[in-house]
């Protein structure tokens, strides 16, 4: 199976359509593709939006939409999508990592949903989230990424689900001074992102955090840098990258591109 990182927008674009929005549209096109390629069994989705001190994975036969944003007018509240867990492949992970433990106190949150409805809009896929250790390092991130890898050959599409730049503070000083412009150095990280996985130099990646003059402005906090280290973690030798969204930043301190990691062919 192939495995993505993709961003997963913002709120704001939750009721746009595919013409509105060329970003659904590339997860569109996407998702006719894989599913006309591969028998995807069950989607596993690692998300910016679920944090917790440990690493748990949902075993729930049935998942709960999850509005994890505030304070955004009734409309954003209402959208639906219902697709259902799948349990037995949810318990695979525990027994590749046993450290990894069950629950079934979550469901499809903001860093899930509003990508799936794009990506598989009929929600016929089954899927699955596994939550992110808030408070581990990024090596063990990348750690469990290369652990997953048996997964693969299960029919699972894995999914890192976050932004390679995600800086709500500085973001958030820009919206309310009514300016939504991007500062301009997030397309110097995003190219610099992309170029350490071109070449391989994942561990640069790894210690994001000092290895690029950006790294702390462009994720000050963890959660949605990390699940790029998952889907790199199951990068293998005879795979290769393929950028199926990139471009120009549409918001300050944000980015949308994403990738699929797949055998060569």
Request: hydrophobic share 35%; glycine share 6%.
């Amino acid at each position: 199976m192939p495995v993505l990182f993709t961003s997963h927008g913002s709120p704001l674009d939750i009721p746009l359509s595919k013409a509105e929005r060329p970003f659904w549209n590339a997860l569109s096109d996407l998702g006719k593709g894989l599913q006309h390629q591969y028998e995807i069994k069950a989607a596993l989705i690692v998300s910016a939006h679920w944090c917790t001190r440990g690493t748990y994975v949902n075993i729930s036969p049935e998942q709960t939409q999850i509005y994890d944003y505030y304070g955004f007018p009734r409309e954003y509240y209402t959208v639906k999508y219902q697709a259902n867990g799948s349990p037995d492949m949810a318990r695979e992970v525990t027994k590749i990592i046993p450290s990894v433990s069950e629950t079934t106190d979550w469901g499809l949150d903001h860093g899930a949903w509003p990508m799936l409805m794009h990506l598989f809009p009929d929600a016929n896929i089954p899927v699955f989230q596994m939550s992110i250790y808030y408070d581990a390092k990024p090596a063990y991130h990348y750690e469990l990424g290369r652990q997953l890898k048996a997964l693969r050959e299960k029919g699972v599409l894995i999914i890192g689900s976050g932004s390679t730049v995600h800086n709500l503070p500085l973001a958030g000083q820009r919206f309310r001074s009514g300016d939504m412009t991007p500062f301009g150095w997030e397309a110097e990280y995003e190219a610099w992102i992309k170029k350490q996985i071109d070449d391989r130099q994942i561990s640069n990646i790894i210690n994001y955090e000092t290895s690029h003059k950006l790294g702390k402005l462009a994720a000050p906090t963890p959660d949605h840098f990390v699940p790029i280290l998952y889907s790199l973690g199951l990068l293998d030798r005879n795979d290769e990258v393929d950028y199926f969204y990139e471009s120009a930043a549409s918001l300050p301190a944000f980015s949308e591109q994403s990738f699929m990691i797949s055998e060569k062919r």
